[in-house]
DNA sequence: ATAGCCTTGACT
DNA sequence: AGTCAAGGCTAT
């Protein structure tokens, strides 16, 4: 369990996950993310999916589908006007000094944190990473959604960098920190923001207004409309409900990435103070409060959820909570190859073992209860379209009580229920009973986070859970309403 | 086409 | 003189 410390605090390229090399085109990118950006707007290169343009984008993967590395390239903020366009060699341009304040920006975070100890709950909210001292009541009602984040894009001061802008130097109260993980829609993707600072050092072709005849190059807009539109050409016609779930999906690079730097933050607490340092247990509840975090920023942007009243999200939430931490544990388990070792969230691997051996009898048949349903799944090839229906027909539970909204929540239910279905008539047809498999183990899941969430309380009275807020909370009002 | 290494040159 | 993000070169 020491590697969970190991954690590096050295950042990686947003666009693959590989090891950054330095600032390149507006933010730290490795090498080849780096060298890829430039081949592709200085040749004015066009490329296209050959599948649903979502594809996952990592170090192993980044060469199969240039259009998606690009796609990402861009949603990420590297930025088109910092490729020049006479190709001049060297010398600076005026990202210079962003780089310095990100710089900075950095340094002063990595103090800040130090000097406070483990004591993330009194740190500024706009300097805090992640959501370490927030409470679901907090952050519901006060996190933008989607078009009030275009919004804010648009109306950010034209000094702003993406760079500052993602640390949450322009949050808004209730500590949340906007970043990047958080999955701008292609209707507004960043470079369309038009207060950019720095004006193209590509005018030829990529300025959006100033070459209305231009015929080689693609302009912001051409852009926004070739790269991002949804493709109507696929080879199955699988239930648009499903199709939409998937897009929304967060990137699991960037949470891998936020958690990862969190826990480097608090290890590096660790080291520099006299507080005793931290059992595998008690990293593992600063892993499950991280996660529960972007738990809910997915459920935030989901476009029905965002139907609702936050009295009725808070219910829905604080319902299922440990449902969907375990869902995301177990679909991680599932696409994890190694039978020997589970894979966490910060895409470390950890001897299963040692952890069965290390742990007490309850956690030991959570664990292994956990394993014995992964391999059902694995057997029965879960696959990750059905794994965002799963967290669908988690969240909207319609047997949640007082709901002010049950009906809706009952018809989301009902609707995600029949797009799974159809779904899993038309990609396994030879597999009939495949759906109702499918909701089998997913009252076994439901079994094992009732187990899970009865252990943490039990932990909790003990005084051994750290002081996770929203973890803390999520165990307070456990099960209220049903 | 990719990506690691090299050269360049404005800025400190 | 040193830094470091641009572009360039070239094996793979």
Redesign the pocket.
Known sequence: MECIYNVDVEELCPVCG?NV??????LLT???????F??????N?RYTCAERQECKID?TQ??RC?FC?FQKCLTVGM?LE???AD???????K???M?KRD?ALKQQKKALNRESGLKMESMPPALSSTLTDCTLSSILPNLPDISSTKNILLNMPSSTTSTEYEQGLYTLPGCVSMSSYSPLPSQYPYQSVPCRIIKS?FPDHYASSSSPGSTGGYTYTDQTQTMSSPTPHTGLDLPALVLEFVRCEQDELLVQSKISTHLALLQENQSSSSIEPLSSFGLMCHIADQTLFFIVEWARSCSFFKELKVGDQMKLLHNCWSELLVLDYISRQVHHDEHDTILLITGQKVDLTSVLTQAGVTLGELVRGAQQLTQRLQELQLDCREITCFKYLILFNPDVKLLENQEYVGNVYHQVNGALLEYTLCVYPQHVDRFSQLLQHLRELRALSTQAEDYLSYKHLNGEVPCNKLLIEMLHAKRAYV
Request: glycine share 14%; aromatic share 12%.
């Open positions: 590989d090399s330095g600032y390149h085109y507006g490795c090498e080849s993310c780096k060298g890829f430039k081949r592709t707007v200085q040749n290169k170090k980044r060469k240039p590395r930025r910092a490729v020049r190709r001049m060699r060297g010398g600076r341009n990202f210079g000094p780089y710089r050092e």
